[in-house]
Nanobody, 125 residues
Framework: QVQLVESGGGLVQAGGSLSVSCLAS????????MGWFRQAPGKEREFVAA????????YYEDAVRGRFTISRDNAKNMVYLQMDSLKPEDTAVYYC??????????????????WGQGTLVTVSS
């Protein structure tokens, strides 16, 4: 019954911006830390960003810090990832995820309680 659905992926030129969204259903989103992972072609899935249950704390992987912004709107069951100054190396399928255990557990992808199916972001050079 739990479902996370990403949207907003697409093709963007390097230096441009894109926002991806995640709609959650079948769970009380206010109880979950939320976050984003990504998987580039031929690469393993990697952590991108996470946000605490109430949005008070965020954490970013070094490669995206300062360029990406994660946010959430619990009333709308939504989490967002605003991506600015995009680089070709940001090209990946971006996955929304949820964890009851908290933000720290985004270090451990296998601990996630829910995953979306991903949305493809392609950054051209």
């Amino acid at each position: 019954q739990v479902q996370l659905v990403e949207s907003g992926g697409g093709l963007v030129q390097a230096g441009g911006s894109l926002s991806v969204s995640c709609l959650a259903s079948g769970l009380n989103v206010s109880k979950y830390a939320m976050g984003w992972f990504r998987q580039a072609p031929g690469k393993e899935r990697e952590f991108v960003a996470a946000i605490s249950w109430n949005g008070g704390t965020t954490y970013y992987e070094d490669a995206v810090r300062g360029r990406f912004t994660i946010s959430r709107d619990n009333a709308k069951n939504m989490v967002y990832l605003q991506m600015d100054s995009l680089k070709p190396e940001d090209t990946a399928v971006y996955y929304c995820s949820a964890s009851l255990a908290g933000m720290g557990y985004f270090l451990y992808p296998d601990s996630m309680d829910a995953w979306g199916q991903g949305t493809l972001v392609t950054v051209s050079s």
